[in-house]
């Protein structure tokens, strides 16, 4: 299955902060078992899910840490773990103009 994190978009691999953005993914689920909740699929037939590990939100984490953006354009749920990443400068808010993902793929196609 293809599943794509439900209401946060990370940076792309070859975007500023992507890789650091996958390792650090990585580092908290490689080789755990996770629960997955199905919330919807998108365009592409992934399913969009809310990914939790020993009942912590991973999507939440991502965002919270500065790994992600919080998607609004489909929820609001984490505006506020991207203010906090966001007010602490943590992650990729540590640049001073970072670029959402969507606004990169629109910019970098390949």
């Not at 939100?57 to 609004?72: E, Q």
């Not at 966001?86 to 670029?99: A, E, F, H, V, Y």
């Amino acid at each position: 299955y293809k599943i794509r994190f439900f209401a946060i978009d990370a940076p792309e691999l070859k975007q500023k902060f992507g890789i650091e953005a996958k390792n650090y993914l990585s580092s908290i689920i490689k080789d755990k078992k996770v629960k997955i909740i199905y919330k919807d699929e998108d365009l592409y037939g992934r399913i969009l899910a809310i990914v939790k590990f020993d009942d912590l939100d991973i999507n939440k984490i991502m965002v919270s840490k500065g790994y992600a953006w919080a998607y609004s354009f489909y929820s609001d749920i984490y505006i506020k773990d991207q203010k906090f990443a966001q007010k602490n400068s943590l992650g990729l808010w540590k640049d001073q103009n970072p670029i959402e993902p969507y606004k990169w793929r629109k910019q970098n196609k390949f």
